[in-house]
């Protein structure tokens, strides 16, 4: 078990939402608490709960080890919070992924923190580090790796991540393929936070539009990628989403038999 897991904010604040587990953090205390492992060097490995996450962990044994086990499990989705404040659960607030990692890079730039950017294109990781420069001149990466390398370069990749001196690791794969190199790789890999990030390089390199806040505070982010990219989320969110209410419907009916 990790030293996590008796830390006492996370022990306090860790809910169990339609069998997955998350934890009723905001954003000061999520960055806080990474920080507090970089300076610690004490290894910390984030995860974020969202809408088609949490469908998939129900179909997937593997997955749902993969979040379970991470020791910061934040609430990304606008469907998940809503949802389970629907059943009771308080939950404060939505901590999205992303927001995680832009206000995490700031923190780090302010702190002398050197994260490592793994994953997207290669074109991306180029956009990424021009704007992280503009925006934090004071901060000095440790590294950049593209995504797009086989399963036989892993070990090489790991090495060169950990001969970097890197405080940080922000992993842009694809769902399940990061969980996958995280659980076969978190032990060995030396930067003491790390976090999956999806498609969240795509977002801060300017290759995919994040929507307006206003759409965000409606729960509708989903639905503004999917005005983007149509013929490849479509159908991913329209089965997922469906799924989703099939499972709050299915839980309200049980708490009013009780």
Known sequence: MSSWARHPLLSARRRDFLGAPLHDLDMSETLDLAVQAMRERTPMLHSVVNVAKLVNMGKSAELFEDVAGADIINVDGAGVLW?????????????????????????????????????AERAVLDAM????????????????????????????????????????????????????????????????????????????????????????AFGLEWLFRVVQEPRRLWRRYFETNSAYLVLIWRALRQRRAL
């Open 83 to 119: 949802g389970a404040r629907l059943l009771g659960l308080p939950v404060r607030e939505r901590v999205a992924g992303v927001d995680v990692m832009e206000q995490l890079l700031a923190r780090c730039a302010e702190e002398g923190l050197r994260p490592y950017l793994l994953g």
């Open 129 to 216: 580090a021009a704007t992280l420069g503009r925006r934090h001149p004071n901060l000095a990466l440790a590294g950049m790796q593209h995504g797009y390398f086989d399963i036989a370069a892993e070990e090489e990749v790991v090495e060169v991540i950990n001969a970097s001196g890197a405080d940080c690791l922000f992993v842009a794969l694809p769902t399940p393929r990061k969980e996958r190199f995280l659980k076969r790789y978190r032990a060995r890999l030396l930067p003491s936070f790390v976090m999956g990030v999806g498609g969240s390089f795509d977002v801060y390199g300017g290759k995919v539009r994040r929507a307006p806040r206003l759409v965000q």
